[in-house]
DNA sequence: ATAAAATTTAATCATTTGATTAAAAAAATG
DNA sequence: CATTTTTTTAATCAAATGATTAAATTTTAT
């Protein structure tokens, strides 16, 4: 099966080869739409070879899949349990973080929010991400923050919501944001840098109510 | 071809079920992962019909896409170009009406998305949408809103992205949501029309900057 | 009522698409 | 170097899927 390798060599076994074109596929075309013959072009290999590698299309979406919700997950989650950041640390650090992330691969998000409503399966559960979030260092410090009188007392995925909408919906719309705006390519990718610091400012005067 | 009907009467014509079922399902799945058999038996008509009256998936699928991009940004840019509003008064206008629609429609953003994302076609420009937001009252006033220092001067644009994150975002992502939150449905929508009123408060605290 | 037009259906076609097979080529092993 | 294993390919299969056809049925018009 496939070639057993060493960590620190580069990958460019065909088995990575393969992996590589179908994620590019499924992040720019979905599930559906993506062919098997798209990604075996992309990666300049027989179609054979897919399925003798990954034996199905599922089985390789679901590889892909899995990874790349880890990937998007991955660093909030991480930012969110960080014991020694204060809360307004932790909003700077993860709009910095995302944006980055999203600028390099705008097309992950919507390709995450339909293929989990597509599936609607026990991936979430299968990632062991259950209670991360609910029980991370972050709601404390929010629950505190209202007691103090800091913050207003709205749930905890409220917040969640307007973060995460305020960093990612301009890439899953964007382009009915260019549309409506009048935006090319590099002035939309402006506006994008300006939230850097926009987000957090903005976080800031929401939580406070008012 | 079509039979002809008054306006006054219900369509219950064949031609309207087709419709309704086309747009079920190209709602849920989206365009490639509806099957023209799964529309016909939505329909509870024969496929042939299907070609018959709308002679190819595509062109359904067209008008389809069309009527739901109109019920999508009609109202929105209709409150944004009212005259007689304050601005404040629009955000929660806008709020309420959205959040009404995609309460009983929740599929439709993801959908629009998607679609407009895979087919980055001149849609936008067919609609004749082009310059009404940024020729809007809306942006009148923002804009002196922002001479007057009421405003925190950033670009219109930012205040579209955040207003439709709040807004849209929590629908694309409930999947996700529901998951990290641990949510029901009735606790989801329980959040949701909280959002009703603290978008509008929230919208407030942004636009007034830090 | 009869003819014409519109509507509906079953059967079938042609293409696309995911997957398999058997054999060739290349690499690893002893 | 021989042979065993791994990798790669061309050819093909079977099912799914969008679309068409020709005939039957129903509706409308005269």
Redesign the interface.
């Given at each position: 099966m496939a070639k057993s390798k060493t960590n620190q060599e580069v990958d460019h076994t065909t088995e990575e080869k393969i992996k590589q074109a179908a994620r590019t596929m499924f992040h720019k075309?979905?599930?559906?739409?993506t062919r098997t013959r798209d990604i075996a072009e992309e990666a300049g290999i027989n179609l054979a070879l897919l399925n003798y590698y990954f034996r199905s299309k599922e089985k390789l979406f679901d590889i892909i899949m899995l990874e790349t919700m880890q990937e998007f997950l991955r660093s909030i989650l991480q930012t969110l349990n960080d014991e020694n950041t204060s809360l307004e640390e932790k909003i700077e650090a993860i709009a910095n973080n995302y944006i980055d992330l999203l600028t390099k691969e705008p097309d992950i998000p919507?390709f995450?929010?339909?293929e989990?409503?597509?599936n609607?399966n026990e991936l979430?559960?299968k990632m062991g991400?259950?209670?991360v979030?609910?029980g991370s260092h972050f709601i404390r410090q929010y629950h505190q923050g209202i007691q103090e009188g800091k913050i207003a007392p709205?749930?905890p995925?409220?917040f969640?919501?307007?973060l995460?909408?305020?960093l990612?919906?301009?890439f899953?719309?964007?382009?009915?944001?260019k549309?409506?705006?009048?935006?090319s390519d590099t002035d939309f990718n402006d506006?994008i840098q300006?939230?850097k610091t926009?987000i957090p400012?903005?976080m800031?005067?929401?939580m406070?109510?008012?």
């Open positions: 075309k979905g599930f559906s739409a919507l995450i929010m339909s989990l409503k597509a609607p979430l559960g991400i259950k209670d979030l609910m709205v749930h995925l409220h969640m919501m307007n995460m909408g305020l990612v919906f301009p899953i719309a964007s382009p009915m944001l549309g409506l705006g009048n935006l506006l300006q939230r926009l400012t903005w800031g005067a929401i406070k109510g008012k």
